[in-house]
DNA sequence: GCTTGGCACTCTGCTCTGTGGAGTGCCAAA
DNA sequence: TTTGGCACTCCACAGAGCAGAGTGCCAAGC
């Protein structure tokens, strides 16, 4: 059915990172307040007049000694020495050679020493450089991809698809996986019902082109003839079905009219129950999985972690965590461009994913900063696009 | 609308933890593998013959003994020794006849001590001697319980619910929250709808008497008209409707020969369909809160947290430990009662909750099996019965 | 002007040691 | 059965010493 996307030559593994897919990433990221300071000049500096200087700087060599770091970094979680570095990468130049690009690195701020004589990890101004310029998306391997097929084929409803997606994206990276239910805003209405429950009582039952169901009561001011709520239903269908959620409103708001005036109070009770489900924003639901993963985040341990339990439960920081990316392309927000403060050492790379073309919702995963960027990215974009697929097939 | 539930003389905070509702707790829970050595015989004990020598032992002073460690080290976290205790309880007697006791404790097996020479600690056995017979379940006060109504009033449809009865039990109890949705099995059908997508696509709607709502998908063998699906609606519901949901399948199993042959196959497939649904057990849900209070564990950190982060992600073990306990009636898990080994340094208290009389499913709270039993057992409670009074309500 | 080897210096992390204190177990006396 | 006394054990903590890794700087070399 769906044969291995990650083949398709437009968006190839082989892209670098900044590229197509996350270039917005950089200057899109807003810089949060605390971390404005340390790294605007590099996020000014892209294109800009201002870092061309800085750029200048880090010739070749140095941009490799800081991609040497950042990947033995994430390997070993220890700071790395200049000696370790030059043994593991063939760089060419002696030891003493690195130190003195440390330096640099270290003065212009992507690197940093936890203390006097330990060896350099990166900083988040660091990592930024690293995944803008410095690394590949890494594709998934064939039996990756094989993989996740399989996981998320045989799901029966949506409920369903949430749930694998987000448990195969946090087995992948090993991290917390998040996975937004495709919103609502975006969607199509596919079908209006309305069931009677009891004779003031009707349920009003919504469904999405994606495969969503949502569903209210609606207290109604008196009695609803059953034929009063098929007249209803038909219009309703008839006017709103296939258009997008937000435009519903307009297109039905004079259907009142159509009704005898007894039964106008309850065609307008049930209008109003039915803009409110639609505009509820806090409906927006989203799903979790891998906290245990979280255990291997660091060693100064519930300091750490604490927060970050915290931030998870929050459904409104999740939601803005991978709402505020731009559109579609990839997102990656790296420690202190995290607003919420809780997650200030971790990133989030999010990425849109659709049934068709356009996005209908979020999803990401969440992780230490030193994370495996190109792993990550990789995944991600992988599962988001086999989820789109099989959106679009259902 | 609902005043105090907690003032029901029936069940007032009174009755001492071990009575009435959490009576079955004790020789209910089914000794697991790894602890049946070690507390069978109290459990056995209980009313038995064996255990009346052990009952006699332990006069009640020794008891008291056992009640100030547990109050103690519930709340210090530290091992506690014999002067320490009777400077802070009036016990009446000599820190040399309480280290007596202590040793006749130790030896029986409700204590012991993490070394040599350090103060002592409850084994699984005290705490479960402490829930049966020395404590008293501690009925939440007036502010608290206004909170628990003031928090869950206004909460809109079944996901609503939900929700904030588990973000609550977390709050008031500080641990880890868990909440079913009221089961499908012991639910009665209130509504079922068919609604036409497309020409050979039907979704199919199952509303409960609970207000939870589920759909399915159904793939048609063959367009399916409209005359046909509103046939079969009026059918299903006259014959379904209100009954519980694991007797609808032999109720309706004949369904299909009223029909015209050529629409048998459509009818056919809707209601295995259906069946379907109604059995699917793991369409059971639960939802979580709380995580974040993991982090006041204890000191030996990732090695405690970790399996019972994995735990809490899976679905199965959660419904089972909720599951298993007794109808009705409040249960205690304590230690390793809990069959499942990630869950062995921690206790579950879990009650049903229904909108009538019965019990739709259950709640409950995971946390170190040093907890506070008295309040963490008042405030399930509490939140129990007012979910209840809500669900009845709706 | 960049690169390199050498060298002195710094700081962490580990082990080892000693000490104070809390707590116990046992015993003999009340 | 309870109590005071006493010797003993063991942990937790602090300090000292040491090895190792890593740095920064400097002068020499290409």
Redesign the interface.
């Known amino acids: 059915m769906f044969d291995e996307p990650d083949s398709d030559p437009r968006q190839s593994g082989r892209d670098p990172v900044g590229d197509q897919s996350t270039g917005r990433s950089g200057p899109a990221a807003r810089p949060a307040r605390s971390s404005a300071r340390a790294s605007s000049a590099a996020r000014a500096g892209k294109g800009g007049e201002v870092g061309r200087l800085e750029i200048r700087q880090l010739d070749e060599r140095k941009l490799s000694v800081l991609r040497a770091i950042v990947q033995d970094y994430v390997g070993t979680e220890e700071p790395v020495g200049s000696k370790a570095l030059v043994e593991r990468h063939n760089l060419g130049v002696s030891p003493a050679t690195v130190r003195n690009d440390m330096a640099t690195l270290e003065e212009d701020g992507y690197i940093q020493q936890p203390h006097t004589s330990a060896g350099r990890i990166p900083t988040d101004k660091g990592y930024r450089l690293f995944v803008d310029r410095l690394a590949e998306v890494k594709p998934m391997s064939a039996p990756e991809r094989r993989a996740i097929r399989h996981f998320l084929d045989g799901a ?2 949506l409920d369903d698809v949430v749930a694998r997606t987000v448990r195969l994206l946090a087995q992948l990276t090993r991290q917390v996986a998040v996975v937004q239910y495709p919103s609502l805003s975006r969607s199509t209405v ?2 209006v ?1 309305l ?1 009677s ?1 009891a004779p003031a009582k009707v ?1 009003l ?1 919504l ?1 999405t082109d994606t ?1 969503r ?1 949502e ?3 609606v207290d109604c001011p008196g009695p609803a003839r059953e034929s009063t709520l098929a007249d209803l239903r038909a219009r309703l269908n008839a006017r709103a079905g296939g258009q997008r959620f937000p435009d519903v409103p307009a297109l039905v708001d004079d259907l009142p009219a159509a009704f005898e005036p007894a039964e106008r109070p309850i065609v307008s009770t049930v209008l109003s129950t039915l803009f409110e489900t639609l505009v509820e924003q806090n409906e927006e639901r989203i799903m979790l ?4 993963n ?2 291997r985040f660091g060693h100064d ?2 300091l750490t ?2 927060p970050v ?2 931030a ?2 929050e459904q409104v920081v999740l939601l803005r965590l991978l709402g505020e990316s731009a559109d579609g392309g990839m997102t990656v927000r790296i420690g202190r461009e995290n607003e919420y403060e809780g997650l200030n050492s971790t990133s989030v790379v999010s990425v849109g994913y659709g049934s068709g073309d356009e996005s209908v919702a979020k999803l990401g995963v969440i992780g230490p900063t030193r994370m495996d960027y190109p792993g990550t990215m990789g995944a991600v974009r992988a599962v988001a696009r086999y989820v789109g697929q099989i959106l679009a097939e ?1």
Chains 1, 2 share one sequence.
């Not at 999985?289 to 245990?292: E, H, L, N, V």
Request: hydrophobic content about 50%.
């Open positions: 029966v409803d596919r079908h019902e069931v429950l349920m039952v469904i495969g169901v569903q209210r009561m999985a891998g906290t245990a979280l255990t341990f519930p972690i604490q339990l915290e998870l439960e259902s």
